[in-house]
């Protein structure tokens, strides 16, 4: 089994990207992913609330996906309002899009999604953006006991990523659209595979590339099934 940590539909304001449910759909066809979780477009750039609806709607048609909500910490109602909204209706992953959104990690409104967080026993994937971002995410969050997902990553922000999971033994890892040799052998080597999960953003990226590393790479075939599907379906609750 193949799961897709990160996945994304709805349309593309820059015109760069066909994000379609319909492309989407064909490129996980294509490449023999049999589950993704799934944010919305609409969710990160203009609405997150209607956005998450969205995606909720989508995953109660087609039990392939799994629901991502988007926190967006600006707005009273899609802040920790919305973590415990999306929580009861059974998300177990949400995201945070700084970048986008435009605020710090030193922000006190997070400090309320941090405890809805911890409270709805969810996990969240944050992206990394600038050198030192993750560091800081991390340092901020040290004392709210839920999962963190470290979503990436460029070759450059490498040592990043493995100094961050060093010294937090309970982050995880998701790795995004990485192509590069010899990086999921050392991951494996520094965090184990049960730390590291996989994710493509598709359709934006080209899948197979990021796919054709994990299932060629030198790990053994239990340390590529945490990586390929394992280790996100424990986080997501459905271990088999």
């Not at 089994?1 to 996980?28: K, Q």
Request: with cysteine.
């Amino acid at each position: 089994m193949i799961v897709d940590g990160c996945t994304t539909f709805g349309h593309d304001p820059t015109g760069r990207s066909d994000c379609s449910i319909d492309t989407l759909r064909r490129v996980l066809d294509r490449h023999g992913i049999d589950r993704a979780c799934v944010y919305s477009q609409l969710a990160v750039r203009m609405d997150a609330r209607q956005g998450n609806d969205e995606v909720l709607a989508l995953a109660g048609r087609d039990s392939r996906f799994r629901p991502v909500a988007v926190i967006d910490p600006r707005h009273i109602e899609t802040g920790a309002k919305e973590v415990e909204r999306c929580a009861a209706a059974g998300v177990r992953l949400f995201r945070l899009f700084p970048d986008f959104h435009g605020y710090p990690w030193k922000y006190e409104p997070l400090s309320e999604v941090w405890e809805s967080l911890y409270g709805s026993r969810a996990a969240l994937i944050v992206p990394e953006l600038e050198p030192g971002d993750l560091t800081q995410f991390l340092a901020v969050t040290e004392g709210y006991r839920f999962t963190k997902i470290l979503a990436g990553c460029r070759y450059t922000a490498f040592t990043e990523y493995l100094a961050c999971c060093r010294l937090y033994p309970d982050t995880y890892f998701m790795a995004v659209a990485i192509s590069y040799p010899g990086a999921f052998e050392r991951l494996v080597g520094e965090i184990g595979s049960r730390r590291i999960c996989f994710g493509t953003n598709a359709p934006i990226y080209y899948v197979g590339a990021s796919l054709m590393v994990v299932q060629h790479c030198g790990i053994s075939d239990r340390d590529r099934a945490d990586i390929l599907s394992r280790t996100l379906m424990r986080l997501l609750g459905e271990e088999t």
